[in-house]
């Protein structure tokens, strides 16, 4: 694989930016962009963008930064803004490609701290429920695509309402089909996904964590407590997360030097951030570019 100054940013796969309406969505079935491609979309990021993928038939194999999964359909991933991902679809897949402004999820998300959370992190969801469709999935994703290519009165609203639909089965796959938590868990849930975001924006800038702490308006002790009850980590440790995937991002996909990568996630000493990724990741930075993929 030939590295690149920069990794590639699209709305959809293969077209600029600049080419697209980017203030809502768009929905087309998975064959339309794949075949064109021989099944295969190489690595690629949608930085204002989340994406939903409803793999019908067929199937394949999608790596998300540094997770690979078996696409399996009945299956829904999610792929947040900024996430590096990669399809290798079996020839003859189907499904439907829901690309949607981060905006827009955000603000059609607040209204369960669920929602927020499913759209915010890359994930997994075999379509499965206990009505056999997955909480319905294949339904609402066959309205929103109806909805997207009409023109019919209330337009908008109607697919609003039907991507609500996938947010609700999206997240009832992800609780195992339980009821919702008590508020001390929506709280807890709610901390987390602010506290994602705010790492989002300031990740770059070697921030403590009393800074985010202060900017959630809590205490640094809430917050660790929050992040172990929803994630099962600290407050520290998904930061580190998060430095971790876009330390390993520019050394797949960009040509900076090992310095140059560390200079850029705030470390100013190269030595210190060469130990930081050894630790974390069980191999230098160097050796982890030199492995085959």
Same mark, same amino acid.
């Given at each position: 694989?030939?590295?690149?100054?920069?990794?590639?940013?699209?709305?959809? /796969?293969?077209? *600029?930016? =600049?080419?697209? &309406?980017?203030? %809502?969505?768009? #929905?087309? +079935?998975?064959?339309?962009?794949?075949?064109?491609?021989?099944?295969?979309?190489?690595?690629?990021?949608?930085?204002?963008?989340?994406?939903?993928?409803?793999?019908?038939?067929?199937?394949?194999?999608?790596?998300?930064?540094?997770?690979?999964?078996?696409?399996?359909?009945?299956?829904?991933?999610?792929?947040?803004?900024?996430?590096?991902?990669?399809?290798?679809?079996?020839?003859?897949?189907?499904?439907?490609?829901?690309?949607?402004?981060?905006? /827009?999820?955000? *603000?059609? =998300?607040?209204? &369960?701290?669920? %929602?927020?959370? #499913?759209? +915010?992190?890359?994930?997994?969801?075999?379509?499965?429920?206990?009505?056999?469709?997955?909480?319905?999935?294949?339904?609402?994703?066959?309205?929103?695509?109806?909805?997207?290519?009409?023109?019919?009165?209330?337009?908008?609203?109607?697919?609003?309402?039907?991507?609500?639909?996938?947010?609700?089965?999206?997240?009832?796959?992800?609780?195992?089909?339980?009821?919702?938590?008590?508020?001390?868990?929506?709280?807890?849930?709610?901390?987390?996904?602010? /506290?994602?975001?705010?790492?989002?924006?300031?990740?770059?800038?070697?921030?403590?964590?009393?800074?985010?702490?202060?900017?959630?308006?809590?205490?640094?002790?809430?917050?660790?407590?929050?992040?172990?009850?929803?994630?099962?980590?600290?407050?520290?440790?998904?930061?580190?997360?998060?430095?971790?995937?876009?330390?390993?991002?520019?050394?797949?996909?960009?040509?900076?030097?090992?310095?140059?990568?560390?200079?850029?996630?705030?470390?100013?000493?190269?030595?210190?951030?060469?130990?930081?990724?050894?630790?974390?990741?069980?191999?230098?930075?160097?050796?982890?570019?030199?492995?085959?993929?």
């Amino acid at each position: 694989m030939t590295r690149q100054n920069v990794i590639p940013s699209f709305f959809l /796969y293969d077209e *600029a930016l =600049a080419d697209v &309406d980017l203030d %809502f969505l768009h #929905v087309e +079935a998975i064959r339309i962009r794949s075949s064109v491609h021989d099944w295969t979309i190489r690595p690629h990021a949608h930085p204002e963008h989340v994406q939903f993928l409803f793999v019908t038939e067929g199937g394949g194999r999608i790596r998300v930064e540094d997770d690979e999964w078996q696409l399996d359909p009945p299956t829904v991933v999610v792929i947040p803004p900024t996430a590096v991902h990669e399809i290798r679809f079996e020839p003859g897949s189907d499904g439907f490609a829901l690309t949607i402004a981060a905006s /827009y999820v955000t *603000a059609m =998300a607040q209204t &369960d701290p669920a %929602f927020a959370d #499913v759209s +915010a992190a890359a994930g997994l969801y075999p379509a499965q429920g206990p009505d056999g469709d997955g909480y319905g999935l294949l339904d609402a994703f066959q309205w929103l695509e109806r909805e997207f290519i009409g023109a019919a009165p209330g337009r908008r609203a109607a697919i609003g309402a039907h991507f609500l639909r996938v947010l609700v089965a999206l997240a009832r796959l992800k609780d195992g089909g339980a009821p919702a938590g008590g508020p001390l868990m929506r709280r807890d849930a709610d901390i987390v996904v602010r /506290y994602r975001r705010l790492i989002e924006e300031h990740f770059r800038q070697a921030q403590p964590l009393t800074f985010y702490a202060d900017g959630l308006n809590i205490t640094y002790a809430r917050l660790n407590a929050a992040c172990r009850a929803v994630a099962g980590k600290s407050a520290l440790k998904l930061m580190h997360d998060r430095l971790m995937i876009e330390a390993k991002r520019n050394l797949l996909y960009t040509s900076m030097s090992v310095g140059e990568v560390g200079h850029a996630l705030g470390f100013q000493d190269p030595a210190y951030f060469s130990r930081f990724f050894t630790r974390h990741a069980g191999r230098s930075p160097a050796a982890f570019r030199a492995a085959p993929r």
